[in-house]
């Protein structure tokens, strides 16, 4: 065999017989979590997009073409949303921003107060009530929502504000999300220094644990506020005045007039479109607080 035969058949210098194919393997690998996320994506936000292109048209343009394209009767639609029963739409959605904001800042509050107890303090039973707290996090709400009717009709509560504030308080998840970053976030020692230089436990909680916690319980607080917003069970047990509904039960009644009122289809689209600004812009509000945190912990790295 000639030399040229046999540098020909040697492998080039810094590769390995049978690698030749290797980075474009791993390349079209590494694509099929992309695609994945991008396939979950686009069927998440395709109802999304759905209720922003219709909220644009008219009764006619909905019911006679299906297309994306945006309608006209984007204005008109708010107009008959506004003058329908002399604006009940904006009552229920002040309702909904009572039930969630203030649902979701007591249960903040109670979660931060029962998370950093649980994390910080020993106490015998402590290991069998973050059990039983558990058991209540993989609880369906549906199970406790007519119990919870009961007891609210013995103290004359029903069809009243408490009658949806009341049960949300108290947060299985929220309590369980607050007692894992309270022990993470607030060391031992910190709260031990504090005690050694004479603080109380309620101050050692409110100007040290507390703000180390913040972070977290501007996610239990998120969390906590998409759940009573979009909520719809218990309002529709609890509730029967239509004056003190949420968005979703009030939405809902729009819905089941629509079968024998089709003009109404048009207006549960454009609220149903604009209930989901303020979930929008909450988020965008928030997640400062996250990228504060990671600011944060860079710099203190």
């Known amino acids: 065999m000639s030399s040229l035969a046999i540098r020909k058949a040697q492998p080039a210098a810094g590769t390995t017989p049978g690698t030749a194919q290797g980075p474009p393997l791993r390349r079209?690998?590494?694509?099929?979590p992309t695609v994945t996320l991008l396939i979950g994506a686009i069927y998440t936000l395709l109802p999304v997009a759905?209720?922003?292109?219709?909220?644009?048209?008219s009764g006619h343009e909905l019911f006679s073409t299906f297309t994306f394209l945006p309608g006209t009767g984007f204005t008109g639609n708010i107009k008959d949303l506004n003058a329908y029963r002399g604006g009940i739409y904006w009552k229920w959605m002040g309702n909904s921003a009572l039930y969630a904001g203030l649902g979701a800042l007591l249960s903040t509050a109670v979660s931060a107060f029962s998370g950093y107890a649980i994390a910080t303090y020993r106490f015998r039973g402590?290991?069998?009530?973050?059990?039983?707290?558990?058991?209540?996090?993989?609880?369906?709400?549906?199970?406790?929502a007519i119990p919870q009717y009961l007891l609210l009709a013995k103290a004359n509560l029903t069809d009243s504000y408490l009658s949806v504030l009341l049960p949300q308080i108290l947060s299985p998840y929220g309590v369980y999300l607050s007692r894992i970053y309270a022990a993470a976030a607030v060391p031992a020692d910190v709260v031990e220094a504090g005690r050694t230089d004479g603080a109380g436990e309620w101050r050692i909680f409110t100007r040290i644990?507390?703000?180390?916690?913040?972070?977290?319980?501007?996610?239990?607080f998120l969390f906590q506020f998409v759940a009573v917003w979009n909520n719809f069970l218990l309002p529709y047990i609890m509730l029967s005045d239509d004056e003190k509904f949420p968005l979703t039960l009030g939405l809902y009644t729009l819905l089941e007039q629509g079968?024998?009122?089709?003009?109404?289809?048009?207006?549960?689209?454009?609220?149903?479109?604009?209930?989901?600004?303020?979930?929008?812009?909450?988020?965008?509000?928030?997640?400062?607080?996250?990228?504060l945190d990671l600011l944060s912990g860079a710099v203190k790295s």
């Open 50 to 57: 759905w209720v922003v292109i219709a909220s644009t048209k």
């Open 126 to 144: 402590r290991e069998t009530m973050f059990n039983v707290l558990l058991a209540g996090v993989l609880m369906p709400p549906v199970i406790l």
């Open 209 to 220: 644990a507390l703000p180390m916690m913040i972070p977290g319980m501007v996610t239990v």
């Open 28 to 32: 079209r690998i590494a694509l099929v």
């Open 259 to 291: 079968s024998n009122t089709p003009a109404l289809y048009t207006l549960v689209i454009t609220g149903a479109f604009l209930a989901v600004l303020p979930l929008i812009a909450l988020f965008l509000v928030i997640q400062r607080f996250w990228s």
